[in-house]
C-alpha cells in the first residue's frame, strides 16, 4: 500500500504544490507555520477539496487526477480522518458516533455498534458509551474521534493538530495513547502538526511546508541536524544563520565572521544549539574565538532551562540554566558578550 | 458559572460583590427614561386593549353552546385540519427548498431564495388572485390539472391548504435557511469523510442538528395558516364545510351573530397563546 501524491490545489491567491510519497506503516508528519497549506494539503486528500493538477493515488487506486477526470469523492475514500475540532455529532452518543462510520460503510446495525462497542473499549472508554459528545472531557473526545476515524479500517488516516485542543498538562498522557492507537494501525498514517514534540515523537517521516511548497523533507534525525529554514530552526529550537563559508570559516550575511570546526564552502547555513552558546557581561577571555555583542531583548523560562534571546548581530537565542539569569543579573536591555565554541557551530551548503 | 459551593471560590470576590449589589439593592435608584416608558406602555396597550376588549365581552355563560353550534364546529375542524396539512405541507417542501439554497452551487439559488419569501411581503389578497391566475379553471395550470388528473383546487378545500402554504411557506423557509446558514459544515464533512453519501448526511446530520429550527418555523408556519384570511377567501371562497375556516367564520359571524364571532376569536386567541408558551419552553430547553 503506498500513497502517492502530487498535490496542486490553486485557490487563486494561493497555491498549494506539495509531494508526498509515504507506505504501508509510514507515519508521516505535515509541519508548516500558519497559512502553509497544511489544511488544504489535508482537504484534498480527504477528498473535500478536489486538486487542480498533479494526482493522488493510494494503494493503486487513483483517487483524484484532473488530467484525467478521475476523481473518488470523500465518502468512497478508504481515508479517516480526526479533525482538529474533533467534530463529533453532538446529537449522538460515543457509542452511535463510532457506529455511524460503520454504517456507513455498509455494516448492519447490530454488526456496527458491537464493533463501535469493542472500539471504545479497546480506547478505554467502555463505560462513556451511552455519553453525547458534550459530557466527554477533551481527551475522551479525542479518542472517540479517533476510534470513528479507525474503526472503518481506513489505508490513510489524517490527524490535523490531534492535541492542539487539549490542555498542556493532557498531552503527554494523551500523545502516549495516540502513540499506541497508530502502532495498531496498519495504513498511511499522516499528522498535521505545529508542535514539535508530536512531529519528532509521533512521525518517521516530516514534510515541511511553507507557502504551499514542501521546502525539506527527511526523518526527524534528519531534520534537526539541518533545518533549512528559519521555521524548521526554530520548530527544532536552534538557530540557523546564513552566510559565505570559505574552509572553516563563514562569514554571516550581517558581516560577522565565524569559525567552525565543519568546513565547507560557498553559500551555507551555520547551525547553532541554544545551548552551545554562552553569556557574559565582560568579554571573554580564553579559547572560543566566536565572540560578539548584544542586548537582551527576551527572556523565557521553559521548564528547568530560561532562554535568552539576545538582540545583535546576528541575533541568538541561548539555553542557560535559571540560576545563571540571576547570577549574571540578566534582564531585557542588559549588554551581553555571546561566545560560541567553533566546535558547537555546524556548517552546511545552503 | 454555576452557583453551588465550590464554583464560587473560582470567582474573584471583588467582581462578584457589586454585581449582587446591582442586581438587587441599588434596582429602586435605577432611572429609566420616561419617554421609553411612556412609548412602552403604549405599545402593550396597542396588544393589550383588544384582547381585554375580547375577554370582557365575552358570552361566557353560552361559550360551549356557540362553539359546539354545526357551523362553528365544522369551522374549527376545518381550520385544524387545513392548518396541520399546511404546516406539513410547509415542511416537505420548505425543508428541501433551504437546503437547495443553501447547501448546492445551483445557478439561481439566490434568486429562487428571494422569490420563495416574496409572500411574506405580499398583501394575502394579492397572492389569492395570482393563485386564481394559476390554478383557478381559466388559469396557467388550473386548466391543465383539471382536464388531466381531475383535480380542481380554486374553491376547495386542497385550494384552502394550497393558498395557507403559499403564504406559510416562506416563514420555515426562512427559519430553515437561517439555521442551515449558521450552522457550518463542519459536521456535514465529517460526516462524508466517514463515508455518509449525500443522503444519509442530510437525513441522520443536517436534519437532526436543525431540530429546533425545524420545529420553531413548522410551528410559525402552522399558526400563519391558523390565521390566514386574504389568500383564502380569494382563491377558495367560503363555503361553509369546506372553506370557511375560522377566521373566515369570525369574519361573517360578526353580521349575523356577534356573541359566536367573540367566541370563535377567543378560541384562536387561546390556541396562539398555548402554541407561543409551548414554543418558549421548547427553546429554552432546546439544545
Known amino acids: ?350 | 458559572m454555576t452557583a453551588d459551593g465550590p464554583d464560587v471560590l473560582d470567582v474573584p470576590p471583588p467582581a462578584a460583590a457589586p454585581r449582587r449589589r446591582t442586581a438587587r439593592g441599588e434596582r429602586g435608584r435605577e432611572r429609566y427614561p420616561a419617554v421609553l416608558m411612556t412609548l412602552a406602555a403604549l405599545g402593550v396597550l396597542v396588544i393589550v386593549a383588544p384582547l381585554a376588549g375580547l375577554v370582557a365581552r365575552a358570552p361566557w355563560g353560552s361559550l360551549v353552546e356557540l362553539l359546539s353550534a354545526p357551523g362553528n364546529r365544522q369551522a374549527l375542524w376545518l381550520s385544524v385540519f387545513c392548518s396541520v396539512t399546511t404546516a406539513v405541507v410547509c415542511v416537505l417542501l420548505g425543508v428541501p427548498l433551504a437546503w437547495v439554497v443553501q447547501r448546492t452551487r445551483l445557478p439561481g439559488r439566490r434568486v429562487l431564495h428571494a422569490l420563495t419569501t416574496l409572500p411574506v411581503v405580499l398583501p394575502p389578497i394579492v397572492g389569492g388572485v395570482a393563485l386564481l391566475l394559476a390554478f383557478g379553471r381559466e388559469g396557467l395550470l388550473g386548466g391543465f390539472l383539471e382536464d388531466t388528473f381531475g383535480i380542481r383546487l380554486a374553491f376547495t378545500t386542497p385550494g384552502v391548504i394550497l393558498a395557507q402554504t403559499f403564504v406559510s411557506l416562506p416563514f420555515l423557509v426562512l427559519a430553515i435557511s437561517g439555521a442551515l446558514q449558521s450552522r457550518d459544515r463542519h459536521l456535514e464533512e465529517a460526516a462524508r469523510t466517514m463515508g455518509a453519501g449525500p443522503w444519509r448526511v442530510f437525513w441522520r446530520v443536517t436534519l437532526p442538528l436543525i431540530r429546533p429550527s425545524l420545529i420553531a418555523g413548522a410551528v410559525l408556519a402552522w399558526a400563519r395558516a391558523l390565521g390566514e384570511f386574504g389568500a383564502t377567501i380569494t382563491f377558495a371562497g367560503n363555503f361553509p364545510g369546506r372553506t370557511q375556516t375560522m377566521p373566515l367564520a369570525v369574519y361573517m359571524a360578526l353580521e349575523t351573530d356577534p356573541d359566536a364571532a367573540v367566541a370563535l376569536s377567543l378560541v384562536l386567541v387561546a390556541v396562539s397563546l398555548a402554541v407561543l408558551i409551548g414554543m418558549r419552553r421548547r427553546w429554552t430547553g432546546a439544545l
Open chain 1, 1 to 350: 500500500m503506498t500513497l502517492s501524491a502530487h498535490v496542486v490545489v490553486d485557490r487563486g491567491t494561493f497555491t498549494l504544490d506539495a509531494s508526498l510519497r509515504a507506505e504501508s506503516g509510514d507515519t508521516v508528519a505535515v509541519i508548516g507555520p500558519n497559512g502553509a497549506g497544511k489544511t488544504t494539503l489535508l482537504r484534498a486528500l480527504a477528498g473535500l477539496l478536489p486538486l487542480t493538477g498533479g494526482h493522488l493515488v493510494l494503494g493503486g487506486h487513483t483517487l483524484d487526477r484532473p488530467g484525467t477526470g478521475e476523481f473518488v469523492r470523500p465518502e468512497e475514500r478508504p481515508v479517516g480522518v480526526v479533525f482538529q475540532d474533533l467534530r463529533l455529532f453532538p446529537h449522538l452518543t460515543a457509542l452511535d458516533n463510532v457506529a455511524f462510520a460503520l454504517r456507513c460503510r455498509g455494516r448492519k446495525r447490530k454488526d456496527a455498534r458491537a464493533a463501535a462497542t469493542a472500539w471504545l473499549a479497546r480506547l478505554g472508554l467502555a463505560d462513556k458509551a451511552r455519553s453525547r459528545p458534550r459530557h466527554l472531557s477533551g481527551g475522551q473526545a479525542q479518542r472517540v474521534a479517533l476510534a470513528r476515524a479507525l474503526a472503518p479500517s481506513p489505508r490513510l488516516l489524517l490527524l490535523d493538530e490531534p492535541l492542539s485542543a487539549l490542555d498542556t498538562s493532557l498531552r503527554a498522557d494523551v500523545r502516549h495513547d495516540l502513540a499506541g492507537a497508530l502502532a495498531a494501525f496498519d495504513g498511511v498514517r499522516l499528522i498535521i502538526t505545529h508542535d514539535p514534540t508530536e512531529a519528532l515523537t509521533l512521525a518517521d517521516h516530516l514534510v515541511i511546508l511553507e507557502n504551499g511548497r514542501v521546502i525539506q523533507t527527511g526523518t526527524p534525525m534528519e531534520i534537526t541536524a539541518r533545518p533549512r529554514s528559519e521555521y524548521v530552526a526554530r520548530f527544532v529550537g536552534a538557530n540557523l544563520l546564513r552566510g559565505h563559508a570559505d574552509g572553516d570559516h563563514i562569514t554571516l550575511t550581517g558581516g560577522l565572521r565565524l569559525a567552525t570546526a565543519h568546513p565547507t564552502s560557498g553559500d551555507a547555513y551555520a547551525l547553532i544549539r541554544p545551548q552551545a552558546v554562552s553569556l557574559h557581561l565582560d568579554p571573554p577571555h580564553g579559547s572560543p574565538r566566536n565572540v560578539w555583542q548584544g542586548r537582551i531583548r527576551d527572556l523565557s523560562l521553559t521548564g528547568h532551562t530560561a532562554r535568552v534571546t539576545v538582540e545583535a548581530k546576528p541575533s541568538i537565542v541561548a539555553e542557560i540554566t535559571p540560576a545563571a539569569i540571576g547570577e549574571l543579573g540578566l534582564s531585557p536591555g542588559t549588554p551581553v558578550w555571546m561566545s560560541v565554541k567553533a566546535t558547537d557551530i555546524t556548517t552546511y551548503p545552503a
